[in-house]
């Protein structure tokens, strides 16, 4: 074990009447795994408020055991996820705690030993962000030093060749593939929404003062909207999942070529982590690498589609049991739209109808050196959409008021 590395989440050994084999998979599908997570204090933090969970579904088993490090995925996946906690004195530290165990207990919870379908993964994935926003809600709520209190969340889930993430907040993932490096998640922030509609620029943004500022979190209301999108996973690749102290401090090439220098997982978190602190370590530093390989996933190919950011849609099954959700939001929860010009295998995947709505009105922006893609599905992010005619009628309003007002006063 790194001698650096604080483990952040129990380490929890395979249930002895659970096949621990490392050689096998059980699932009738070939995908291996070889990982590590590393997170670091920082250089101006006191202490820690990032978390991480990784989690092998089908043998019950969490942390950087041994037996997780490098593994074949059973038939109920795998899970990897980042938390950023937020709130002061410990209170971030506790939510982004509470956050990775609720995520993994929810998603073991009632599995059973028959092989998961994609749908179901991602179903489970989504209710168990929701669940750990609504614990994390509750509990600011019963206790007055924990007010305020939320957390990030990054998490991947795993099954087949098919790659799950669950955004809230500005935590990121991303793939390496080949010599390319994509972020398949999407930044709810302020100034990622300011760089979409078109008021602020990258250059800009580098210095913007309020690029800290993120427009939702767990804990911090009692819903979320969960950003699910997928990846279908291509032999060799690489996933990075990390919080914002990594990729707010090392710029996008040199994450690049340090996922590159080595085929090592531990040296490539310590090589990231050391990189961030050298860049000023502002804040936590969190990383999770997972390397895949496997005969199920296709080898890479010239003429596969660009990899990029992609919505999954789920079916109409409502998510109302888990987080009490006005019928707005429950569309937005399972929102997740495949690009309809991609090829979809039969029964896993459900494009929706295509509508203006769902068609991104240009390329999302990327802070910094990040790349664009113009095919990008649209993020919806939560925001305040008042119509134009309320806001001018409530202006009017005042206007009369005051006129009235005034002439009260002067007679």
């Known amino acids: 074990m790194d001698e650096g590395l604080l483990v952040t989440q129990p380490q929890t050994p395979a249930p002895s009447s659970v096949s621990s084999d490392q050689g096998e998979s059980t699932s009738g ?7 590590f997570a590393r997170t670091d204090v920082g250089q101006v933090r006191e202490h820690n408020e990032d978390n991480f969970l990784v989690g092998d579904l089908t043998r019950r088993s969490r ?6 490090r490098a593994t074949a995925v059973g038939p109920q996946g795998a899970v990897f996820a980042v938390c950023d906690g937020m ?12 956050a990775v165990d609720i995520i993994y207990e929810r998603l073991v919870d009632g599995l059973g030993e028959q092989p998961i379908k994609r749908d179901d993964l991602a179903r489970r994935l989504v209710r168990s962000v929701e669940t750990a926003g609504l614990r994390i809600f ?4 019963a206790d007055r030093s924990r007010r305020g209190m939320g957390t990030t969340v990054t998490a991947a889930a795993l099954v087949d060749e098919f790659l799950f993430f669950a955004q809230v907040g500005d935590s990121r993932g991303y793939i390496l593939r080949g010599d390319t490096l994509v972020q398949v998640t999407r930044d709810q922030s302020l100034v990622n929404q300011l760089i979409e509609a078109g008021q ?47 990729s707010g401090m090392v710029r996008f090439e040199e994450i690049r070529e340090l996922l590159k220098s080595s085929v090592e997982p531990l040296d490539i978190c310590k090589a990231l982590t050391e990189r961030a602190n050298m860049a000023g370590g502002h804040d936590n530093i969190t990383v999770i690498v997972v390397q895949f390989d496997g005969n199920t996933l296709k080898p890479l190919d010239e003429s596969d589609e660009p990899l990029k950011y992609r919505k999954y849609t789920l079916g109409d099954e409502s998510f109302s049991d888990t987080v009490p959700l006005a019928a707005g939001d429950r569309a937005a929860h399972g929102a997740g739209a495949p690009d309809p010009e991609a090829s979809a295998p039969a ?8 509508s203006p709505s769902n068609r ?8 910094g050196g990040h790349r664009t893609h113009e095919h990008d599905d649209r993020i919806d992010i939560p925001g305040t959409h008042v119509p134009i005619w309320m806001v001018v009628g409530i202006v009017l309003g005042v206007i009369v008021l005051l006129a009235g007002t005034a002439f009260l006063l002067l007679r």
């Not at 942390?63 to 997780?68: I, K």
Request: aromatic residues 4%.
């Open 87 to 98: 709130g002061g004195a410990a209170a971030g530290e506790i939510a982004s705690q509470l």
């Open 347 to 354: 029964g896993s995947l459900r494009p929706p109808a295509v």
């Open 200 to 246: 602020l620029t990258e250059e800009e943004a580098e210095t913007f003062e309020h690029n800290n500022i993120i427009l939702q979190a767990l804990g911090t209301s009692d819903t979320v909207q969960v950003d699910l999108t997928y990846v279908e996973l291509r032999k060799g690749d690489i996933l990075m999942l990390c919080s914002d102290g990594l």
């Open 29 to 35: 599908t070939d995908v291996r795994v070889k990982l």
């Open 138 to 141: 509750h509990e600011a709520k």
């Open 360 to 367: 991104p009105p240009g390329p999302w922006h990327e802070q």
């Open 63 to 68: 942390g950087l055991l041994e037996a997780n």
